[in-house]
């Protein structure tokens, strides 16, 4: 059975500073992993794809994979309140549909 | 990004009916599922919609419940039977992308059951 860990929070974050969403995933087979941003009321939006180890960037988005660790990370730079949301991580080993975890909520203070 | 038209949008419905909602999507798809988020929970795949046979379920979910169709690429539908007011959900169809493993969600279906 396929697990996905997030820390629930809220997490509080000031505008302005960055946000760090973190994510561990049981499954070693693992070869994709996405985060995904919704908002209250709304379908989940994808925002960030990773597949190898390292970061990548997009915009004041990064996100980190460490496959030896099973740990995915999303960093958000100058954090606004637009980014205040639940943030899903997710991840995929094969054919079957992504497992999410439950979700982080994100809170940016003004 | 693909793009997934889903309908209805919510509906109310009664105990023991049974609802049906659809699922569009464009041909930048492959794969199909089937997700349900329960009131302040994240997202659980019901099924993979196969096309042209029977869809494969997760665990919990059995077909009597959740019958699924796809009898084309593009289009699936999702039927919640005998509801009760346990079933009141939202179902989210998505999609795979053709070139990448990128998920897509469709606007979801808000289902309430009295």
């Known amino acids: 059975q396929k697990e996905v860990e997030q820390n629930s929070g809220p997490l509080s974050v000031p505008e302005g500073a960055i946000a760090s969403l973190n994510c561990t995933y049981s499954d070693r087979v693992s070869q994709s992993f996405f985060w995904y941003r919704q908002y209250s009321g709304k379908s989940p939006e994808l925002i960030m794809s990773?597949?190898?180890?390292g970061d990548k960037e997009d915009g004041r988005f990064t996100a980190q994979l460490n496959k030896a660790s099973q740990y995915v990370s999303l960093l958000i730079r100058d954090s606004q309140p637009s980014d205040s949301a639940t943030y899903l991580c997710?991840?995929?080993?094969?054919?079957?549909?992504?497992?999410f975890g439950k979700g982080t909520h994100l809170i940016i203070q003004p | 990004s693909a793009v997934i038209s889903q309908k209805p949008s919510r509906d109310i419905c009664q105990r023991g009916t049974s609802l049906t909602i659809q699922c569009q999507v464009d041909s930048q798809v492959t794969m199909m599922f089937w997700y349900r988020q329960q009131p302040g929970q994240s997202l659980t795949l019901i099924a993979t919609?196969?096309?042209?046979?029977?869809?494969?379920?997760e665990s919990g979910f059995v077909i009597d419940k959740f019958p699924i169709s796809r009898p084309n690429l593009t289009f699936s539908t999702l039927t919640v039977s005998n509801m009760s007011p346990e079933d009141s959900s939202i179902y989210l169809c998505?999609?795979?992308?053709?070139?990448?493993?990128?998920?897509?969600f469709g606007e979801g279906s808000r289902l309430t059951v009295l």
């Open positions: 997710a991840v995929i080993g094969g054919a079957d549909g992504l497992t």
């Open positions: 919609a196969n096309q042209g046979s029977e869809a494969t379920y």
């Open positions: 990773i597949y190898s180890n």
């Open positions: 998505s999609g795979r992308g053709v070139y990448t493993g990128e998920l897509f």
